[in-house]
């Protein structure tokens, strides 16, 4: 095996790379910050504390996958880890806005 053709190999591998853990870690950090919401959100309106963290999380797992397969499915990666980090951290924050609200 020659250098070049180690190198077209690893080039080839890099976006796949990236991909799998924009998929299983950024979606990971999406859903996280989903669930936070949900569960500030749902808890302010009314919901009991053990109901609204039930409920938030099997949406998260639902979004999650639908948001595994969207990492795949998408055409630009660059714009997959942007909706992955902002959407995590625009949620994130968002939860502790409303927790603070509550206290």
């Known amino acids: 095996m020659n ?3 180690t190198l077209s190999r690893a ?3 890099l976006p796949l790379i990236l991909r799998i853990t924009a998929a299983v870690g950024g979606g ?3 859903c996280w910050g989903f669930v936070a919401l949900g569960l ?3 808890y302010a309106s009314g919901m009991s504390f053990h109901d609204a963290e039930h ?3 099997m949406l998260g ?3 999650y996958l639908v948001v595994f ?3 795949f499915a998408a055409k630009r990666l660059a714009r997959v880890w942007a909706v992955l980090l902002v ?3 625009v949620m994130t924050g968002a939860a502790a806005l409303v927790q603070r609200a509550m206290l």
Do not use: E, R
């Open 11 to 13: 080039s080839l591998a």
């Open 61 to 63: 797992v639902l979004l």
């Open 69 to 71: 397969c969207w990492t």
């Open 55 to 57: 409920f938030s999380g």
């Open 3 to 5: 250098t070049s053709t």
């Open 28 to 30: 990971y950090v999406f």
């Open 40 to 42: 500030a959100g749902f």
């Open 87 to 89: 959407g995590a951290g």
